[in-house]
């Protein structure tokens, strides 16, 4: 296996693992209209009774998450990884630091669910670390370090990925709002009933006169919460003209990463990519 396949695969296990415990944390039923793996686990000891099913599907989940990570370790460094020993030592601190981040960037997810505020910096960092650098800037960094990429090459990504992923993750945010779930195959009411403090929200709350700000408080955040009321801050959230700043919030990121594309010194069918991944990115719907 090439260097840059199994580099790939590793990701992609990591990935695996990221989403299997991060849909454990959030209690999410569905991911890509499918059942997340703690309730199939659960579906699959339904001879138990229903507590003892969901116990036992989310403590396997865990044990699935981490089998994922360990596979993920396995295909950069196990014994028969074709990857040569100066290839090891340039992407161990990368993907180290890869690891790190997304744990704390879950752990101030995880401290600021169910108590969203005005704060859009502190949604905005959430989306950095949580989603930000291991979905986009270090996979790019972990491919330049395996081509002999320096410094200044990881720098000129970094410039590119990081808005594009923040645009992402604000595009994220709306679907899980406004978004249909027979397109985007998740409910569009576990955002608002877990209370997820996304940019969307803390630029409702700061926008709300007091009547809505209360509506918001009071529904934001409630675990009954039903189509009515998530309609109701559907509502908030637009007449706030909070929708629209996200919009262009996702359009100046967008821009920003075409600008800093044009510094990375890559061939031009590379660059056309990594143009066409950032529209993509942005301006889908699923």
């Known amino acids: 296996m090439q260097p840059a396949v199994r580099a790939g695969a ?13 849909d454990v944390m959030d209690h999410s039923a569905t991911r890509r209209g ?11 000891h339904h001879g138990r009774t229903v507590a003892a099913a969901d116990a036992l599907g989310e403590s396997a989940a865990i044990l699935a998450g981490d089998l994922a990570l360990i596979w993920s370790d396995e295909l950069l460094y196990g014994p028969d990884s074709e990857l040569s020993p100066a290839h090891r030592e340039c992407l161990r601190p990368l993907v180290n630091v890869m690891r790190s981040e997304v744990m704390y960037g879950q752990y101030l997810d995880l401290t600021a669910t169910g108590r969203p505020t005005t704060d859009v910096e502190r949604a905005l960092a959430i989306a950095r ?6 979905t986009i800037e270090r996979p790019l960094h972990i491919g330049a370090a395996l081509a002999g990429a320096g410094r200044e090459m990881l720098d000129a990504l970094s410039a590119y990925a990081l808005p594009l992923r923040e645009a992402f993750q604000l595009r994220d945010d709306i679907l899980g709002i406004f978004g249909d779930p027979a397109e985007t195959g998740k409910p569009r009411l576990d955002d608002l009933r877990q209370g997820k403090h996304t940019a969307l929200l803390a630029l409702a709350l700061q ?6 700000c209360e509506a918001l408080h009071a529904l934001v955040g409630d675990p009954r919460l039903d189509e009515d009321a998530a309609a109701r801050i559907r509502h908030i959230i637009t007449a706030t003209g909070a929708r629209a700043a996200v919009e262009d919030m ?7 990463a075409g600008r800093a594309l044009l510094t990375v010194p890559v061939a031009p069918a590379v660059a056309q990519s990594l143009q066409e991944f950032a529209d993509a990115v942005t301006g889908r719907t699923t």
């Open 34 to 44: 499918q059942p997340t793996v703690h309730r199939a686990l659960a579906t699959h």
């Open 207 to 212: 926008r709300a006169d007091s009547a809505e």
């Open 250 to 256: 996702i359009r100046v990121r967008r821009e920003q």
């Open 10 to 22: 590793s990701l992609e296990m990591f990935h695996a693992f990221c989403l299997i415990h991060d």
């Open 129 to 134: 670390y949580k989603t930000a650098k291991y």
